[in-house]
Every structure is written in C-alpha cells, then in structure tokens.
C-alpha cells in the first residue's frame, strides 16, 4: 500500500499543490476522525510544500472526545478556502460528506483522491487515484502504510488509530491477517492502548436510552426463512438502535429517521450469519437502495446507511413507510 501511496505524493508534488482538504462522512465516527488526522500528519512529512485542512460536516460524541488526545481542528466550512486537492478519508461517496459543496468544484483541475475501506461506489472510478482496501477499518490502512513507510506515529496519533481499528472492527470481531501486528506496531510506536478502550467506553445519555427504548415500542418484524426482520423509525440515534435491535435478537434490523432536514436516514445492521446466510454485503445494498432514490448510501459488510431526499415515490405516513423500507430490502435480497 505504500507504493499506491506514494503515487499520491507524486502526483501531489508535480501539481506544486498548496491547499489540500481532508474530508470524512457526516457524523464523522472513530474510525473517521483517526484516519484523517492520521492522513493529515504523512501528508505533512511527504508533502510539505502543501497547508492541509480537516473538515467534518457533523461529528459523533465519540469522536469528539478523541480530540482531547490530539488537538486538531475540523472546518464545516470551506470559507474562503481555495483548494487544489480534495481526499475522502473512510468515505468514497461524494454524498456522503454532508453540505460541502464539493460537486461543484471537482473537475475544475483539482485532484481527487479516496483511501476508504468501504463496499464500492462509482464515485472511486472517477478520481485521479484511489486506495479502496477490504480491511477493518480506514485507520488500518492507514497504519500498514505508516508500516511499510518506516514512519513511527507520534504516540497521540499511534492510540487514535487504536481507536478507530477497536471501533471499526468491533473489538476485533472483524479481523485480517495483518491487524494484530499492526496494533502490536502501534503500541511499539506509544500507543496508549488503555486510553484507545476508555475512550470508546462513554456512557450513554439520557437521550440516547430513550430512542432505544422509542425504537424497540415501535417495531415492524417480519420472518422470512431463518431470519428475522426488524423495521422501527426514531427522530435521532438511529444506527444505535439499529445496533440494539441486533443484540436483542434480530438477524437484520433497519432504523429510519424519516424527514428530518429534509432527508430520511436509515440505518442497517445484521448479524454476520445473516450477512453470509444470505450472500449480501449491507454496504452494497443500501447502496443500490439508495440509487434507486438518488440518494447516497454504501459501508461495511454488517452496517451501513442510507440518505436520500423526501420524494412522491416515499410514505410519509410512517407506519406506510416501515412496510416500504422492509419491501424494498426484501426485494434487493431475493435478487441474490
């Protein structure tokens, strides 16, 4: 990965470029906010020349505590920034990164770079290069790379990609061949392993308690062969309880946000069995959902989301719109 790498820092260098942007998906989580800062620091060393700035469109509780171990400032605007280059870091979906008018100001000679780990999208085959790598997360390609560089990461950065690897990859139950010699490189580097565990370790609010409690009241649940389908709809924290609708039991759970900013969120999770019972990656579906809307989607093989804008061809009744979302995820299955 190194090499791909540093075709990047080629390309980079021969474009003279001086302002480079840094973007990751809204709602920007653990995995997100370590593989950007984590990009940020090589880029500084293997690109000088160039100022380099974070943006974050909306940042998770999480992730925001994750700042306290390195300081590093995230922009939700572009202000008067001009730049000559753009990387997706843990997203490769242009629709994906929130109110950042991007589209707008790619193919004006800016390059365009993706180092994702997420299912495919179309966006990755129009930049100038990409490194899309079936890992557990964004910060482990992010640290084979340091690896393979011979780079050691200050301490601060070596325990932030602690925390995006133990997040992404669920506490490891989702590995690779490589990761845990790449965790053993990052606490050889200073990497605070107790701090990357409590930092991940926040306790839930008040607000969050009540969705999961709103979202278990209002479930639609459906059985088709061995598996269990589960639809429910909540105004916030929707992959939370997504994420315990799977620990109570359901193979496939769907959680939507309808019509809030004017768009609908949903958010999917399953267990790993129902992922290979049915030779479906969550990533690949909502994506394909989502296009059927012109909507973003895409991620992981287990977890993913979905964006799209409010349209005549979507209930707004919500009972009417639970029946639609399981329909139309029955109906993307049954094509397998």
């Known amino acids: 990965m190194s090499q791909e790498f540093m075709k990047i820092v080629d390309l980079l260098n021969q474009e003279e470029i001086k302002n480079i942007g840094i973007f990751t998906h809204r709602n ?3 995995d997100s906010v ?10 500084e060393k293997y690109a000088p020349s160039s100022s380099i700035y974070l943006f974050s469109h909306t940042m998770s509780n999480l992730s925001k505590g994750m700042l306290d171990i390195k300081k590093e400032k995230f922009l939700d605007n572009l202000d008067d920034i001009n730049l000559d280059a753009i990387f997706l870091c843990d997203t490769n979906n242009l629709d994906q990164i929130g109110k ?4 707008s100001i790619t193919g004006r000679g800016i390059l365009s770079f993706v180092i994702d780990h997420h299912s495919h999208h179309e966006y990755t085959d129009k930049v100038d290069y990409a490194i899309v790598k ?9 640290s084979q790379i340091y690896m393979e560089l011979k780079v050691i990461p200050p301490p601060e950065i070596a ?3 602690l925390i995006g690897m133990i997040f992404d990859s669920r506490r490891f139950r989702y590995i690779s061949a490589s990761i845990f010699s790449i965790v053993e490189f990052l606490i050889q580097s200073g990497g605070d392993y107790e701090k990357a565990i409590n930092t991940l370790q926040s306790p839930m609010n008040v607000s969050e308690k009540m969705a999961r409690i709103k979202g278990t009241k209002r479930l639609l649940h459906h059985k088709e062969g061995e598996d269990i389908y589960t639809i429910s709809y909540i105004s916030s924290y929707e992959a939370s309880v997504a994420r315990a609708l799977i620990g109570l039991g ?5 959680v939507i946000t ?7 969120r949903i958010s999917f999770r399953s267990t790993i069995q129902f992922a290979k019972r049915n030779d479906v990656n969550l990533g690949d579906l909502a994506n394909s959902i989502a296009n059927q809307f012109n909507g973003s989607g895409g991620g992981h093989l287990t977890a993913a989301g979905i964006n799209i804008k409010p349209s005549n061809k979507i209930p707004k009744d ?4 639970l029946k639609f979302i399981l329909k139309l995820v029955l109906s993307e299955i049954k094509k397998k």
Do not use: R, V, W
């Open 28 to 30: 920007a989580d653990p």
């Open 34 to 43: 370590s593989s950007a800062i984590g990009l940020k620091y090589l880029l």
């Open 100 to 103: 950042f008018p991007l589209k």
């Open 134 to 142: 079936k890992l557990s997360s964004t910060a482990e390609i992010l």
């Open 159 to 161: 325990t932030l990609f």
């Open 250 to 254: 359901t193979d496939f759970a769907a």
């Open 258 to 264: 309808p019509h809030q900013d004017d768009e609908i």
């Open 318 to 321: 919500n009972e009417k719109l």
